[in-house]
């Protein structure tokens, strides 16, 4: 009864590559969310889906497109990938994009390109 | 722009003893919302506490208690009786208002990694 989950929890793969991180949620939320955690553990938004649309778009390269089959899900995928994207990458959902929604994050998916 | 600040990178304490962990925060709304969340070595994050800004009411959460000092932009998290599950990272993070104009995120601050001596 996992409430964020995503997979794969373990990614290693070559530059240049693409690949795609899958998260779900199955607590009715209506709004999910991608972070990215460096090295130093420092977290930062990289977008955010209400209801399957796009609302928070931060200064991420286009190599990365969310994609959002539907409100339960928010998929990253990762085209050409760099050493830089290396990182801890978390899915995250609330129930809508108020300011005072507490915001359920996944396990995380560590990504190792080398 | 909003920041975050937690100048303290490490912190550690004696099991059963109690440690207050800083925050500092700069933003020009008057109403907002912070929070504590923990990142135990499994890496998920897990909410800790809340606080609404316009609440003068510090939040508090069993063993866990924040002071929020609204001049200041001060937001500490104290742990009480501390176990030894307490030990992981904990970040503090701000949020605006919607009607802020800016889209509601998240911005966190770098973290204080607790350890807990038994």
């Known amino acids: 009864d996992t409430a964020v989950s995503q997979t794969p929890k373990y990614l290693v793969t070559q530059m240049g590559n693409d690949k795609s991180i899958k998260c779900e949620q199955n607590?009715?939320?209506?709004?999910m969310y991608w972070y990215k955690q460096d090295s130093k553990k420092f977290l930062k938004i990289m977008f955010s889906y209400n209801n399957k649309e796009l609302i928070i778009n931060e200064t991420v390269p286009n190599r990365f497109s969310p994609k959002s089959p539907d409100k339960a899900h928010l998929n990253l995928h990762i085209n050409s990938l760099e050493l830089g994207d290396s990182a801890v990458y978390f899915c995250?959902?609330?129930?809508?994009?108020?300011?005072?929604?507490?915001?359920?994050f996944g396990p995380g998916t560590r990504l190792l390109v080398l | 722009a909003q920041t975050v600040t937690q100048s303290q990178p490490e912190m550690s304490v004696q099991e059963a003893e109690t440690v207050t962990l800083s925050c500092t925060y700069d933003t020009s709304e008057s109403d907002y919302y912070l929070f504590w969340y923990k990142q135990p070595p499994s890496r998920q994050m897990i909410l800790v506490i809340r606080?609404?800004?316009?609440?003068?009411q510090n939040a508090t959460e069993n063993r866990f208690s924040v002071n929020f000092q609204k001049a200041a932009k001060s937001f500490s998290l104290k742990i009480s009786d501390s176990q030894l599950g307490d030990a992981a990272m904990y970040f503090c993070?701000?949020?605006?208002?919607?009607?802020?104009?800016?889209?509601?995120?998240?911005?966190f601050g770098s973290g204080t990694q607790l350890t807990v001596l038994p």
């Open positions: 995250a959902s609330s129930r809508t994009n108020l300011a005072s929604e507490t915001q359920y």
């Open positions: 607590l009715g939320h209506d709004t």
């Open positions: 606080q609404e800004a316009y609440k003068q």
């Open positions: 993070a701000y949020t605006p208002p919607l009607s802020s104009g800016s889209a509601r995120q998240l911005t």
